[in-house]
């Protein structure tokens, strides 16, 4: 039963489907052939027959035009055109009811009771879809569905029908939601890059503080278990090299005496260091620019505001990501290891490719670490 229901929107398509092919049928062998003014009832699905000036070539083509109308906007289902199908469906059900009316019970008149009983119900199940919001499958949809699917199985196709308008706009719009479904998963996987290279760099800071805990920890043993080695002997001389640079293949280890760093920070905490320096150098914590030289933000064309509190890897080109994710993965290993390349992005996105040289360094009483960025000319 409720198949039949949801199928019952068929009934008034078919119906006038029927009507209209038999009124154009009847219309051509009249017009043309002379055949005979017969049955009357299709003469009578207007009003107009009750004027004596009106043939019945004309009553007929106004009933065949009536009938395609309402067929018109049957087959354009939709609720607008359906509250629009009652007018002609209603003219022809109100003509044959005063025939009806005004006529005695006869046999002759079986054709307008039959008519006057199935417009009837044509205009029950209009009034029930236009009720319930009864949405069913139209000719256009179907269309429109089979042409998507061709647009999204043969894309050569659509290029040998472009001369078709119709065709061309609907093989075009499948087009846009690829397009901003690869913006979005390329937006999605450089955003999984970002974190996965905070995470590390979030882990390489926890190391750091560990094994610095760790060294100062030994050194505070190492003292109290040999308190004479804190005061050197006068006739040992007090001038050593204050910085010791080891090339060992491709890592770079760069090794800072002590009092060096304790100047080095104390230099950073008071931005001393940065506003002194012409060189390319920034500080960064957790992988954000804390401190930028002048000379680093126009290396990348940017103002140093604009740096500031930005993630240092937004400013890597995806060249560069696998270089910068292998230092850091090497650095968690315990790899000594200071120094890395990578390629940068100008904000002209011009591509640079750069030696990176990290420090570890204390900015604001936390670990953080100082860059400083030279560029590579020889690609070697």
């Keep these: 039963m409720k198949k039949l229901r949801s199928h019952a929107w068929l009934f008034p398509t078919c119906l006038l489907i029927f009507l209209s092919i038999y009124l154009l049928v009847k219309f051509i062998f009249i017009f043309f052939f002379s055949a005979a003014y017969e049955p009357h009832f299709i003469f009578e699905l207007t009003p107009l027959y009750l004027l004596s000036g009106v043939s019945n070539a004309q009553l007929l083509s106004l009933s065949l035009t009536v009938m395609i109308v309402d067929l018109l906007l049957h087959l354009r289902f939709g609720k607008r055109n359906l509250l629009l199908s009652f007018l002609p469906t209603t003219v022809m059900l109100s003509s044959i009811g005063f025939v009806i009316m005004v006529s005695p019970m006869d046999l002759s008149y079986v054709f307008h009771y039959s008519l006057f009983g199935v ?35 043969e894309p050569l196709v659509i290029q040998r029908r472009f001369h078709f308008t119709k065709n061309a706009k ?31 760099v979030d882990d390489l800071e926890r190391k750091t503080v560990r094994i610095e805990r760790l060294e100062k920890e030994f050194e505070e043993q190492k ?96 060249r560069g990501f696998e270089d910068a994710r292998k230092y850091y993965l090497n650095r968690l290993k315990g790899v000594s290891a200071n120094a890395f390349r990578t390629v940068l992005l100008t904000k002209a996105h011009t591509e640079l490719l750069v030696e990176v040289m990290v420090t570890p360094t204390v900015y604001k009483g936390d670990s953080a670490e100082f860059l400083t960025v030279s560029e590579v000319k020889n690609n070697s």
């Design 223 to 318: 003292h109290l278990i040999h308190p004479e080695k804190m005061f050197p002997k006068q006739g040992v001389s007090s001038f050593q090299p204050k910085e010791k640079v080891h090339f060992d293949g491709k890592n770079l280890e760069r090794h800072i005496p002590t009092e060096d760093e304790i100047i080095l920070k104390e230099k950073i905490e008071n931005h001393l260091i940065i506003d002194e320096m012409n060189d390319i150098v920034a500080v960064i914590q957790r992988g954000i620019f804390k401190e930028i030289s002048n000379s680093f933000a126009d290396f990348l064309g940017y103002e140093r505001t604009e740096l500031l509190q930005k993630n240092f890897f937004v400013f890597i080109s995806p």
């Design 119 to 153: 417009f009837l119900l044509v205009v029950l199940i209009d009034y029930q879809s236009v009720l319930k919001g009864v949405e069913t499958p139209t000719m256009r949809r179907k269309k429109e569905s089979v042409s998507m699917n061709i647009a999204a199985e």
């Design 170 to 200: 609907l093989s075009q719009q499948p087009a846009v939601p690829f397009v901003a479904e690869s913006i979005v998963e390329l937006k999605k996987v450089s955003d999984a890059i970002l974190q996965n290279m905070q995470i590390i």
